[in-house]
Structures are given as C-alpha cells and as structure tokens.
C-alpha cells in the first residue's frame, strides 16, 4: 500500500522535482551576465528524463499494487473483489481491494490516477476492516469527507458504493464500487488475518 501512496502522491512530488529543477535555469537566466573571459559553447539544455506513470494495477483477479516492497500474494476472487495478503517488514497485512466498476468526471475524460477500494486488516497493530480509499487525485482545500459510522455493515449488505469528490482542480468525479463478492473477500481476509 506504500507504493499506492507513492504513486497517489507521486504526482506532486514529481510537479515538486520538476519545479525545483527549472527555478535555478530561469533565475539564471534572468540574472544579468557578467562580461565572460572567453565566450562558452552552448550546450543544448539537459532535460531529465521523462518519468514514466506507474501501470495501474491489473482487475482483482490477478494482482493488488504492491505492498511497500513486498508483493501481494492472490488468496482468492470474489465477484469484483480480491482477497489479498502480504508481510511488509514482517507484519501481516490482508485486505480485499476493488477497482471502480463507473468512473466519470465533469467536464469529462479528465485524466486521473487509477481509484482503488481497500479494507484492510493489520493484526500486529490491532486493526480490523479499515476502509481506505485512493482517490486518483489531490481533493479540494478545505474539504469535508464523511463517512458512515457503520460502514462495513452496510457495505456488506449493499450493491455498489458511491464515492463523490472534487479536485484540487475544480474535477468533479463520481466512482463506483460493486460491492459484489465485498462479503467473501471479508470473510476470507478474516480467516487469513485472525
């Protein structure tokens, strides 16, 4: 899952990169020249190369993104979710994950990071069904989220979930989520995280 954060904040760090690596050309360049010894032979400009944006992970029948370092392990497919588990710094960690089944954005086809639904389950930490969310995207200042305090259950006995948001951007998004196969993914996560 720290890759996904990598990758959802990756983004702005790169925006971060790229400015911190033009600001000291421009300034230089606006700075007045002093009168040289002996005139320098241009050189073109040295541009870094061009990063490429993370794969978005493949559908939760083949594999999650990765855990820190450490690969997901596949432990099964429930309708339009995975159940997963992998041992970052030795710790279990298991969880179900979905993609979105609906995306939209207004004005639409905006680009954006992939979206992705978690609940994880971290026993060495003591957490059970943590929902978590990877948006795609930096949302608004100053935004409200809330969530329902009964969630899972509700989930559990849901069809889909609908998630709203606006970027920083000014995007407004709507995704989906099939809740189909959520129950299963759960109890298998349940089983292999006690």
């Known amino acids: 899952m ?38 320098k032979p241009k050189r073109p400009p040295v541009r870094p190369p061009r990063p490429e944006r993370p794969a978005a992970p493949a559908p939760a029948t083949t594999e999650a993104p990765a855990a820190g370092e450490v690969q997901p392990t596949l432990l099964a497919t429930f309708g339009d979710w995975g159940a997963y588990t992998a041992s970052p710094d030795g710790k279990k960690v298991c969880f179900a994950l979905a993609k979105p089944t609906k995306s ?31 948006i795609g995207y930096g949302f608004k200042p100053n935004t409200d989220a809330t969530l329902e305090g009964k969630l899972i259950e509700a989930m559990r006995k849901g069809g889909d979930l609908t998630i709203k948001g606006t970027s920083s ?13 959520l129950a299963q ?3 298998k996560v349940g089983e292999e995280c006690r």
Do not use: C, H, M, Y
């Open 185 to 187: 993914a759960l109890d």
């Open 2 to 39: 720290t890759s996904d954060l990598r990758s959802t904040f990756g983004l702005a760090l790169l925006f971060a990169a790229a400015i911190a690596f033009a600001w000291p050309a421009a300034a230089q360049q606006a700075a007045p020249e002093a009168p040289a010894a002996a005139p």
């Open 169 to 181: 951007r000014g995007t407004g998004t709507i995704d989906v989520f099939s809740l189909k196969g």
């Open 104 to 134: 939209e954005t207004t004005p639409p086809n905006r680009s954006r990071d992939p979206a992705f639904l978690f609940v994880s389950s971290r026993p060495a930490e003591k957490v059970k069904d943590e929902v978590s969310i990877i």
